[in-house]
C-alpha cells in the first residue's frame, strides 16, 4: 500500500466531512478542543502563521479525523485521560512524547498516544495527520473481553507505530479501507454499526500494536465452567430494544466470546429437547437475529472484510438457525 501522503483518494473522503477552517488560534484550540480535550495550543516563530483546518468522522465510540496546523506549533493536553489517539502523518513530521516515550514522527511512524500518560508535542508546519480517536472505555471493555476478566491497571501502549510493515501496515490499510468506502458514509448514525466499527478498531488495535496486555491475550487464562447461555439470555431478555453484539454478551458477563460460543455448542443437545421452555426458545431466535444482523446488515463481506473476526458468529448462527428450524418443523415427542 503506498503512504497516505500518496493517496489522494483518502483526502478527498476525509475533505468531505469538513469540520472547521481557520486562522485564528482560539477557534482552532476551542474547535479541536471539543473533538478531543481542552489543551494548550501555541504558535512556534513571529513568522508563523496559522492556517488550521479540521475534518472529522465520528463512529460512536471512535472518530477518523484529519488534523493540520499550517504553521509550527506546539500541543500540550497533558494526558489524554478519556481517549486514545494514533496518529499518522501524511505530510510533515511532529516530535513526540508519551510518557518516558519520543519518537519523531512521520509518513513511516505513527504515534500511539496512551490515554494515562502525560503528553507533549511539537508539530512542523507542514504536518498534516489522520488521527484515529477511540474512547478508553471502549478500549478496555473490549480488552477486558479478550481476556476474560476485568482489567487491574490501565493499558499502556507502545509510543511507535511502524507503518510499513506487520501490524503497523495491517492498521493503516485499515483505517484507509474505512475512509475511502461508501461503507463509512451515514454510519455513525447506526448505532448497531458504530458499535461494530469501535470494537473493530479497539481489537485490531488491542491485536497489532505492543502493550502491556500483549501477552496476557497471547495466552488467556483458561475459563471456568460458568451458565453462560442463562446470563446471556437474562441479558438479552433485559436489552432486547438495545442493539445487541456479542462482544456486548462477553462484556456483560467478564468473558470470551469464543467462551458464550462454546456454551452455547456444549447446550446443543438441550436445545433439541421437549424440557425446553418457550422463553428459552425466544432466546435462540432472538440471538439467531442478533448474528444475522451482524453478518448481514453490518460486514457483507462484498462490503467490510471482516470474515475471520466474525467466524465464530457465522459458524453459532449456523448450528442455532438449524436447530431453531428443527423445532418449528418437528413436533415433540
Not at 510518557?99 to 508539530?123: C, D, R, Y
Request: proline share 6%.
Amino acid at each position: 500500500m503506498e503512504p497516505f501522503q500518496k493517496e489522494p483518494q483518502l483526502v478527498g473522503h476525509l475533505a468531505a466531512h469538513r469540520l472547521f477552517h481557520s486562522c485564528d488560534l482560539d477557534e482552532t484550540r476551542d474547535t479541536v478542543g471539543r473533538i478531543f480535550k481542552p489543551h494548550e495550543l501555541s504558535v512556534r516563530g513571529t513568522r508563523q502563521k496559522l492556517d488550521a483546518e479540521m475534518d472529522h468522522i465520528s463512529l460512536g465510540g471512535a472518530s477518523i479525523n484529519r488534523l493540520r496546523y499550517g504553521a509550527n506549533v506546539t500541543i500540550e493536553p497533558e494526558s489524554l485521560d478519556n481517549f486514545l489517539l494514533v496518529q499518522m502523518p501524511m505530510a510533515g513530521r511532529a516530535d513526540i512524547r508519551c510518557g518516558n516515550e519520543k519518537i519523531l514522527s512521520t509518513p513511516n511512524m505513527a504515534s500511539v498516544l496512551t490515554p494515562s500518560l502525560p503528553v507533549h508535542t511539537q508539530w512542523q508546519g507542514v504536518c498534516d495527520q489522520v488521527i484515529v480517536k477511540i474512547e478508553r472505555v471502549v478500549l478496555e471493555s473490549s480488552c477486558a473481553a479478550a481476556l476474560g476478566h476485568p482489567i487491574s491497571r490501565p493499558i499502556e501502549f507502545h509510543l511507535g507505530m511502524n507503518l510499513t510493515r506487520g501490524g503497523g501496515l495491517a492498521w493503516q490499510e485499515l483505517i484507509a479501507f474505512l475512509t475511502t468506502s461508501q461503507f463509512i458514509n451515514g454510519a455513525g448514525q447506526q448505532n448497531l454499526v458504530t458499535s461494530q466499527l469501535e470494537q473493530l478498531l479497539a481489537t485490531t488495535l488491542l491485536a497489532r500494536q505492543p502493550h502491556n496486555y500483549t501477552k496476557a491475550l497471547s495466552n488467556p487464562a483458561p475459563t471456568p465452567e460458568i451458565p453462560y447461555i442463562r446470563r446471556a439470555e437474562e441479558y438479552i431478555l433485559m436489552h432486547c430494544h438495545e442493539p445487541i453484539t456479542m462482544q456486548d454478551l462477553a462484556r456483560q458477563q467478564f468473558t470470551r466470546h469464543h467462551a458464550i460460543v462454546a456454551s452455547i455448542h456444549r447446550q446443543q443437545p438441550l436445545c433439541e429437547t421437549r424440557e425446553r421452555t418457550h422463553v428459552q426458545a425466544d432466546f435462540i431466535k432472538h440471538f439467531i437475529d442478533v448474528m444475522h444482523r451482524e453478518r448481514n446488515n453490518v460486514c457483507p463481506a462484498r462490503v467490510f472484510p471482516l470474515g475471520a473476526l466474525l467466524h465464530p458468529l457465522q459458524a453459532t448462527l449456523h448450528m442455532l438457525a438449524t436447530l431453531f428450524q428443527r423445532r418449528q418443523v418437528q413436533p415433540a415427542h
